[in-house]
């Protein structure tokens, strides 16, 4: 409103009562999917066919005067012409191949992350972080904590040592984002490595994100002893 029409100095609340007066609406609840189908069908007969649905969306609601949400136009579009609808993606849109890596076996490679989604709004609203790690071969879950944060170093630190003082086993390597939570861990997992004498300490730590933890290949590998 202050970019185009100037002339007019509406709050955000009158500009919304005085739709509500002339009963304006960005969606119309009455139109039928009939007509909305009725509407990409045509234009994807002609040179509609070429473009995505963002810009049949815009097509819609101005040219066939269909105030209807973007979501219907998709699903409409999708429906017509699945191929065509796939190949005028961007490519920035496509989605990604996930990442891999190769492992030897249980107990070659130790991924561990945490998990804010139970988290809430902000944090705060119902506190439950969680932390663990899985073997990357046998998908096996080692030790999963549940805490008020996961962003303690010395916290999941601890966590880590409490899991080797059970077990009585170190993986080979371990694999941790590079956040400032596993600062701790990624030094002491290898400074208990560094006298085993199979790798160079440095590369027993990975750092990469637990979305890319696919695995290629899997030969059983026994693990290291404390």
Request: no cysteine; aromatic share 10%; hydrophobic share 35%.
């Amino acid at each position: 409103m202050e970019r185009d029409f100037d002339i007019y100095a509406w709050s955000i609340r009158s500009l919304e009562r005085r739709l509500q007066y002339f009963n304006i609406k960005r969606i119309d609840v009455t139109v039928s999917v009939e007509d909305v189908r009725a509407a990409v069908s045509k234009e994807l007969e002609g040179p509609g066919g070429l473009i995505g649905y963002r810009a049949m969306h815009y097509k819609i609601r101005q040219e066939h005067n269909l105030n209807v949400p973007r979501n219907l136009v998709h699903a409409m579009m999708y429906d017509l012409d699945p191929h065509g609808l796939q190949s005028r993606q961007p490519l920035g849109k496509h989605r990604r191949e996930k990442g891999h890596f190769t492992t030897k076996g249980t107990n070659w490679v130790h991924s561990m992350d945490g998990h804010d989604k139970l988290m809430g709004y902000q944090n705060s609203t119902f506190p439950l972080a969680v932390y663990g790690a899985i073997d990357t071969a046998s998908r096996n879950i080692l030790w999963p904590k549940i805490w008020t944060s996961n962003s303690s170093p010395k916290r999941i630190g601890l966590w880590y040592l409490e899991y080797l003082y059970e077990t009585k086993r170190i993986a080979s390597m371990i694999r941790v984002d590079k956040g400032t939570e596993t600062g701790v861990i990624a030094t002491m997992h290898a400074y208990l490595r560094q006298n085993h004498g199979d790798m160079d300490a440095a590369d027993t730590v990975l750092y990469g994100p637990s979305t890319s933890n696919q695995v290629i290949t899997s030969n059983l590998h026994p693990g290291s002893n404390l």
